[in-house]
């Protein structure tokens, strides 16, 4: 396992996270409890030490399942959750997630389920769009004063929300998903990134699993599959992701790898922290030695231009998901 430092002056964390969204009930399909501790040990013994979970995932379960399994081992990780990206039934994010009073009622219940007195990382999982930024952040500042927050992140943030929270503290990671699928941190966010000295954490490193290689119509996906109603999964969409995902397995052939490997090689080439999930441990050792893979830049070439931006159909979210993120200038 290689390591970096996740932004500027932040925590040490291994190249490669663990997304843990996959590990709570009625998010992707039912959940197998023991499956899902086998999968979290087996990343924590692959020496995954950056684990990355949320308070909505499965109301709390996959927080809870993390503090049992942490239990004896809290010391190995960078543990990291978000509060504030509770929807209602429509979809639509609820307001007043970022009032300073609700930060710290989150934090205390994140602090019960995940056993610990402390976060290492703690997201605004959404931009709370009914109070400013500055207030939010000046919330979590004051648990970083406490000691029960270590690092401050934010996630599917505008550029002009991360100036305006920088200013107010400094901003560790930023969350958003990319992949070679879905490009769109490369226009101005990485580069903001670099500029303020925030890391960058990559959700859905695999494309909402397409390239992983196994998805190959809608109907592989199981009932209570939040996917069945995504627009990349739709007819025609799908067709045409499943294509892109077949070329980069192709090429992956090629240099021994499977196409979730080099998916997630690419993104570590290119200076960012993928967190792919999974309920299986033998997809966690597979992601996991993707860690170690160098990518030469003839493959990188070949890679972007198999894959460019924009090539993937549909787009990333439906319109409640997409109207959950961060716009702002």
Request: aromatic share 4%; net charge negative; with cysteine.
């Given at each position: 396992?290689?390591?970096?430092?996740?932004?500027?002056?932040?925590?040490?964390?291994?190249?490669?996270?663990?997304?843990?969204?996959?590990?709570?009930?009625?998010?992707?399909?039912?959940?197998?409890?023991?499956?899902?501790?086998?999968?979290?040990?087996?990343?924590?013994?692959?020496?995954?030490?950056?684990?990355?979970?949320?308070?909505?995932?499965?109301?709390?379960?996959?927080?809870?399942?993390?503090?049992?399994?942490?239990?004896?081992?809290?010391?190995?990780?960078?543990?990291?959750?978000?509060?504030?990206?509770?929807?209602?039934?429509?979809?639509?994010?609820?307001?007043?997630?970022?009032?300073?009073?609700?930060?710290?009622?989150?934090?205390?219940?994140?602090?019960?389920?995940?056993?610990?007195?402390?976060?290492?990382?703690?997201?605004?999982?959404?931009?709370?769009?009914?109070?400013?930024?500055?207030?939010?952040?000046?919330?979590?500042?004051?648990?970083?004063?406490?000691?029960?927050?270590?690092?401050?992140?934010?996630?599917?943030?505008?550029?002009?929300?991360?100036?305006?929270?920088?200013?107010?503290?400094?901003?560790?990671?930023?969350?958003?998903?990319?992949?070679?699928?879905?490009?769109?941190?490369?226009?101005?966010?990485?580069?903001?990134?670099?500029?303020?000295?925030?890391?960058f954490v990559a959700y859905s490193p695999l494309?909402?699993?397409?390239?992983?290689?196994?998805?190959?119509?809608?109907?592989?996906?199981?009932?209570?599959?939040?996917?069945?109603?995504?627009?990349?999964?739709?007819?025609?969409?799908?067709?045409?992701?499943?294509?892109?995902?077949?070329?980069?397995?192709?090429?992956?052939?090629?240099?021994?790898?499977?196409?979730?490997?080099?998916?997630?090689?690419?993104?570590?080439?290119?200076?960012?922290?993928?967190?792919?999930?999974?309920?299986?441990?033998?997809?966690?050792?597979?992601?996991?030695?993707?860690?170690?893979?160098?990518?030469?830049?003839?493959?990188?070439?070949?890679?972007?231009?198999?894959?460019?931006?924009?090539?993937?159909?549909?787009?990333?979210?439906?319109?409640?998901?997409?109207?959950?993120?961060?716009?702002?200038?």
């Amino acid at each position: 396992m290689q390591f970096r430092t996740l932004g500027r002056g932040g925590p040490t964390v291994s190249v490669l996270g663990f997304g843990a969204m996959t590990l709570a009930p009625h998010v992707y399909a039912d959940v197998d409890e023991q499956e899902a501790t086998d999968t979290l040990r087996t990343a924590l013994d692959a020496g995954i030490t950056l684990i990355d979970t949320a308070d909505v995932y499965g109301a709390g379960h996959s927080e809870s399942l993390i503090g049992r399994v942490l239990r004896g081992r809290r010391d190995e990780v960078v543990l990291a959750t978000k509060f504030g990206g509770n929807a209602d039934d429509q979809g639509r994010l609820v307001p007043g997630l970022g009032r300073p009073e609700y930060v710290r009622r989150a934090l205390e219940a994140s602090l019960d389920r995940l056993r610990t007195d402390h976060v290492d990382l703690y997201y605004l999982h959404r931009l709370d769009p009914t109070t400013p930024i500055e207030e939010t952040m000046g919330a979590l500042a004051e648990l970083v004063r406490a000691g029960a927050v270590r690092h401050i992140g934010l996630s599917e943030v505008s550029v002009g929300t991360l100036r305006r929270a920088c200013a107010v503290h400094p901003v560790t990671a930023v969350q958003s998903e990319y992949s070679l699928f879905s490009r769109e941190p490369e226009r101005e966010t990485l580069p903001a990134c670099a500029e303020l000295g925030v890391g960058f954490v990559a959700y859905s490193p695999l494309g909402r699993g397409l390239l992983g290689g196994t998805i190959r119509t809608r109907e592989e996906l199981e009932e209570g599959d939040w996917r069945r109603g995504n627009p990349r999964f739709q007819d025609g969409s799908l067709d045409r992701n499943v294509a892109l995902a077949d070329a980069v397995a192709a090429l992956a052939a090629e240099r021994g790898l499977s196409a979730a490997q080099l998916a997630l090689a690419w993104l570590m080439h290119r200076g960012v922290v993928p967190i792919p999930g999974t309920r299986r441990a033998a997809n966690v050792r597979a992601n996991a030695a993707a860690a170690d893979v160098a990518l030469d830049e003839e493959t990188v070439r070949r890679l972007e231009e198999l894959v460019p931006p924009g090539a993937a159909a549909g787009a990333r979210g439906d319109e409640a998901y997409l109207g959950n993120v961060d716009e702002r200038a």
